[in-house]
């Protein structure tokens, strides 16, 4: 959603709406502005790091690129498969991989996800590294049954005498601004329900590659969505040597003392830019957090954040309900319902399918800021 909208329900709430109560009714529109063509926010590159030797200039794709190749010079059973991938993929994620280990190591399959990912399955339970891509997120669906009672519980169910926890899918994500109903999914929070399985959601390719390689190495299944938008719209500098980051830790990007903004994916920009326009049109203090890995979360970053702000707010791409906003806010407040000032809020996508990066979101802008000024009344404290 766009950074205006996010201030709408804060607005409209007052900082005390109900959680699933945050979307009821649009404010009147402010005359049309011009059209644009680029997405609604603006991709800020992370600081160059200076921990792991030489980097490079790379966009999403070309991190996700480089992670497989460490992967696949580092493990020699480490093998990569799924529709297209042999010719570099629609989105070129594996582009020269195949030439570089060879058929073997980098092959195309049938267009079949559930056969995917069992193939998947049986390769890690025979102790090889898989790495599977689904072409794109909204198809993973057909996998289903054998992500969520195959992989997530093959260890459990032999009592840990064998397990597939050398599996690695992904999968493009979210909204790209021109994939309609089927190419524009968040699913995360389908799986979230389910234990065995890890979900991960990078932000940046700094993000990415360390995150993939973390996922790679893990020892226990890994589903690593990516969002398709920022495949060529971000770039920074990512080290050319592998390099982790570690997995169920979020990342607090901005301090703040006001309210507790959560987002992953694609959603950290936007809420990135509510925080700076909250700062200076308003005064309002915003702690951003990029929750980066869904399952398991992160609970004492985000809990440790709003015993300092009493206030929280979570915004990602998909549907209200059911989104695992609602997780997250539910266990906030068991947790801290004595530190709350205001009831929790989320703020979804407005379509009931998937999210929707336009220009026409900028019809809720100004007004909707004027709004979070109650966040600082005496009435909300």
């Given amino acids: ?17 109900r959680c699933c109560g945050a979307l009821r009714s649009r404010p009147t529109p402010l005359p049309a ?42 493990d020699p059973t480490a093998v990569i498969f799924g529709e297209d991938v042999a010719f570099g993929g629609v989105f070129r994620c594996t582009v020269g991989l195949r030439d570089k280990y060879g058929k073997d190591r980098v092959f195309n399959t049938p267009l079949c996800e559930q056969g995917i990912v069992g193939f998947g399955i049986g390769v890690a339970v025979a102790g090889a590294t898989a790495i599977a891509e689904i072409q794109f997120a909204d198809y993973i669906f057909p996998a289903f049954d054998q992500i969520v009672n195959e992989a997530a519980k093959y260890r459990y169910r032999s009592g840990d005498l ?19 109903l089927y190419h524009s999914q968040s699913p995360e929070a389908f799986f979230a329900h389910c234990p065995g399985i890890k979900i991960v959601i990078p932000r940046s390719p700094l ?8 996922c790679i190495e893990d020892k226990n299944p890994c589903i690593f969505f990516e969002p398709k938008i920022l495949y060529r719209a971000a770039v920074e ?39 700076v326009m909250a700062q ?4 309002v203090s915003c702690e951003v957090i990029d929750l980066r890995t869904i399952l398991p979360w992160d609970t004492e970053t985000i809990c440790k954040s709003v015993v300092k702000t009493g206030r929280l707010l979570i915004s990602h791409e998909a549907p209200l309900t059911g989104g695992f906003a609602s997780e997250i806010s539910s266990t906030v407040q068991m947790e801290l319902l004595t530190c709350l000032i205001e ?9 009931p399918h998937f999210c929707i990066h336009d220009h026409w979101m900028k ?7 004027k709004g979070t000024q109650e966040l600082q009344s005496p009435s909300s404290s």
Wanted: net charge neutral; proline share 6%; charged share 15%.
């Fill in 1 to 17: 959603m766009a950074a205006a909208g996010l201030a709408w329900v804060l607005r409209r709430s007052g900082g005390r709406a």
């Fill in 33 to 74: 502005e011009p059209r644009r063509a680029a997405a609604h926010f603006a991709f800020e590159p992370d600081p160059a790091p200076s921990a792991y030797g030489q980097t490079q200039k790379m966009n999403l794709f070309q991190s996700i690129t480089s992670a497989l190749d460490n992967a696949l010079a580092k």
């Fill in 162 to 180: 064998f397990n597939c926890g050398n599996l690695t899918i992904r999968a493009p994500w979210g909204c790209v601004g021109h994939g309609a």
């Fill in 207 to 214: 993000q990415a590659k360390g995150l993939l390689l973390s």
């Fill in 237 to 275: 500098q990512v080290p050319v040597e592998p390099y982790n980051i570690p997995l169920s830790q979020a990342e607090v990007l901005r301090q703040g003392s006001d309210v507790t903004l959560v987002a992953w994916g694609t959603q950290v920009h936007v809420i990135k830019e509510v925080a």
């Fill in 280 to 283: 200076e049109k308003l005064g």
């Fill in 343 to 351: 009831n929790l809020n989320h703020f979804p996508g407005l379509f």
């Fill in 363 to 369: 019809c809720m802008y100004e007004e909707e800021y």
